[in-house]
Structure formats: C-alpha cells, structure tokens
C-alpha cells in the first residue's frame, strides 16, 4: 500500500543552525501538509500545500518556516534559523485531491534543538 | 474561539469493554477526523466524516452536526487498541484543528 515517507527519522541540531525536513507524499496525492507536536502537546496545523503554492498557513508558520516542491516526488519544510522551541515531531501529510478527504501521515521526523 | 474538546483524557479498560471516546466542536465543521497515535508517535487516520455514522471493523463513529459532537466506539477492545485517539476537525478552511487527544489503555 502507497505511504507517506519522512526523512531523517531524528535529527538534532544546534540553534540557529536551518534544517530542511524532506517528506515523499502519496505519487498521486495533489495536497500536502505540515503538523508540528511538541512532546506532551497536541498535534498544531503548520502550513497546507497545493498546486505549487501554500494554500493556508498558521501563526506557527512565521517567516523561519518555508515550505517547497522541489521537484515532482519530495516536499520540504525549512526552518531557517532553528531555536529551542522547535524541537518538536513533525509530521508530513497528503489527501488526495482536496482537504476534505482522509490524510494519510507520515511516519515523523523528531527534531531536536540544542 | 475554534477549539475541539475530547473526553475523557485518559481511559482504562478491561479486554473485551465498550469504549466510548467523545468529541465536541464550537461552530461548524465541514469535516471531522479521527486518528489514533501509537506508542512510537505514528499517525494513522481512522474515519472522517461530515454527518453520519461509518463503521470500520469494531470501529464505529458516529456524528451529530446539531449537537457539534462526535463519538469514537470500539467494541470488543483488546491490548492493541492501546493508544492516544485524536479528534480533528476542519472549520471550513485547510487548517485542521486537533484536541488534545485520549490516552487509552486496554488491560487483558
């Protein structure tokens, strides 16, 4: 069965050093998304993607934060200059043709900020 | 303020109970997800439903849009239903709004 794949698993980094999160979305999948969960917290929204353009993004999702296809498989999330309160799982996403469908997760990359 | 309220946080069970999880919403939604969260932090999504009842093995969910409240069953839990259960909802926009989950432990 087509799953989502995320890479690294873990990655731990120094503060404000930039880490780019790759993620493979579903080959046929044309909306993807980011989530973000700090340990003991709740799953937060960070940024939804289609046709080559962010299509909503939250307040979490400042200016350190970037997203891109580069190109027809990977979606990337960059975060520019690290800090302590990015460590947190992320978590990549896709549906298939529109946001009112069943996303499928990845697996999640742990980032650690040192 | 959008929020997404899930009860109880934390629930225990002996192998075999009905389980109910319960989630409630503030204004309307155009969809609702429920997802369980392993041990090891997966994600995998269970229902989404936007009125309704579905049923997916011992798993049913059922939605009340006038009431904004949903329900998770499980019937016949065992062991490995073991997990963190996640209501998230979407209010008409991209952006998907999660509760804070329930932890749920099935004892044999």
């Known amino acids: 069965e087509p799953e989502v794949t995320q890479t690294p698993s873990h990655q731990v980094t120094q503060m404000g050093q930039e880490v780019i999160l790759r993620c493979v979305p579903i080959?046929?999948?044309?909306?993807f998304y980011w989530y973000r969960q700090i340990l003991g917290q709740k799953v937060e929204f960070l940024v939804s993607?289609?046709?080559?353009?962010?299509?909503?993004k939250s307040e979490i999702f400042d200016d350190q934060f970037s997203v891109e296809r580069p190109d027809g498989s990977n979606f990337t999330l960059k975060i520019r200059s690290t800090k302590l309160e990015d460590s947190a799982m992320y978590f990549c996403?896709?549906?298939?043709?529109?946001?009112?469908?069943?996303?499928?997760f990845g697996p999640g990359t742990r980032l650690l900020v040192l | 303020k959008n929020e997404v309220e899930q009860s109880p946080q934390n629930l225990t069970a002996q192998e075999g109970e009905f389980i109910t999880i319960n989630c409630s919403y503030s204004?309307?939604?155009?969809?609702l997800h429920w997802l369980q969260q392993h041990p090891g932090g997966g994600i995998v999504s269970l229902f989404m439903?936007?009125?309704g009842k579905k049923k997916h093995g011992r798993l049913i969910a059922t939605i009340n849009i006038q009431e904004k409240h949903s329900s998770l069953h499980i019937t016949a839990s065992h062991p490995r239903d073991s997990a963190v259960y996640i209501c998230?909802?979407?209010?008409?926009?991209?952006?998907?709004?999660f509760g804070t989950g329930t932890r749920l432990q099935v004892f044999p």
């Open positions: 996403a896709s549906t298939p043709m529109t946001v009112q469908e069943t996303q499928y």
């Open positions: 080959s046929n999948h044309l909306y």
């Open positions: 993607f289609y046709n080559n353009e962010i299509s909503e």
């Open positions: 204004v309307g939604i155009s969809a």
């Open positions: 439903l936007s009125s």
């Open positions: 998230a909802v979407l209010y008409n926009t991209d952006k998907l709004i």
